[in-house]
């Protein structure tokens, strides 16, 4: 020992008790049990609320399923309606049907507070604008084709749930062709007294 003091310790008590760990070196080495059961513990909690996710995300993808079957059944009824009792479509007798259409002037339906405005259009010409609305195949569907002096100029497809949805949501006005803005409400109400009877 007498001989190991001048290299490396002042004094035999020295190998005795080495040099202390620096602190916070000391408090990790202590601490690090805890640590990683906490970072356990936080994981399992993520893998729980993950589990909670994707259990709601497929019962909303289910509800969602569900409403928009509800929809179609409530236009199929409302389109049978529409036909009157004891009609049935002309393909069932063999022969193709003729689809059934709408023709307003854009100062008429304008009049009805259907039509808002349509941009760079001055109200004096929206007598020489047609719009055509006409029923499709698909059950709620419908094209809107928009004519100017005679011409045809562009068509918009229109669905009657995107205009449920928007009326849910409290949209009072939508845009077609990205220039004519229409009354949500009032198109409902066009479209519901037209063709679905109501």
Known sequence: LSLLTP?????????????ALPSPLLQDIQNHRRYRQQRKTELSKLKQTLRGISSKTAFFEEQIDYYNQYIKTCLDNL??????????????????SKAL??????????????LL?????????????IFD????????????RARFMG???EKFQLKYQDLLQ???????????????????????????KKFFKK
């Open 7 to 19: 290299l490396s310790c002042r004094s035999p008590r020295d190998l005795c008790h080495p040099p």
């Open 79 to 96: 389109t049978a309606k529409a036909m009157g009792p004891g009609k049935k479509p002309a393909e069932a007798k063999g022969r193709k």
């Open 101 to 114: 259409s709408l023709n307003y002037t854009a100062a008429r339906l304008q009049e009805k507070g259907v």
């Open 117 to 129: 405005a349509i941009e760079d259009l001055p109200t004096s010409q929206f007598r020489n604008v």
């Open 133 to 144: 609305i006409v029923q499709s195949e698909q059950v709620g569907t419908f094209e809107v």
């Open 151 to 153: 011409v045809d100029m």
């Open 166 to 192: 928007l009326q849910y949501e409290g949209v009072a006005v939508m845009k077609m062709f990205d220039k004519a803005r229409v009354n949500v409400n009032l198109l409902i109400f066009l479209l519901n």
